[in-house]
Nanobody, 117 residues
């Protein structure tokens, strides 16, 4: 059984930082595409960052502020978020996609990020 468990969300002031974690079980973060997505109230879910093999990519609105990384030994994916803005507030989801699959196979339950003074 595959599980993705996010943690690390919370309340932070504008300009602050948070690090989200996604602990995976039943699936290897090193062998699959792993992505962070977010969904704000009234908006569609959007991709934030993905990592696959040795490559990473970011949505334009987080470039230079967010960093996605993996710890293969811990089977965990991270999202370091710096210089947070109020518009970054959302529920952040971790997702996994097996090679060759057209869409994500597994999703976590999400972790809330609130950016407010």
């Amino acid at each position: 059984q595959v599980q993705l468990v996010e943690s690390g969300g919370g309340l932070v002031q504008p300009g602050g930082s948070l690090r989200l974690s996604c602990a995976a079980s039943g699936i290897s973060v090193s062998n699959n595409l792993m992505g962070w997505h977010r969904q704000a109230p009234g908006k569609q879910r959007e991709v934030v960052a993905i990592t696959s093999g040795g490559s990473t990519s970011y949505a334009d609105f987080v470039k230079g502020r967010f960093t996605i990384s993996r710890d293969n030994a811990k089977n965990t994916v991270y999202l370091q978020m710096n210089s947070l803005k109020p518009e970054d507030a959302a529920v952040y989801y971790c997702a996994a996609r097996r090679p060759g699959r057209p869409s994500y196979d597994y999703w976590g339950q999400g972790t809330q990020v609130t950016v407010s003074s």
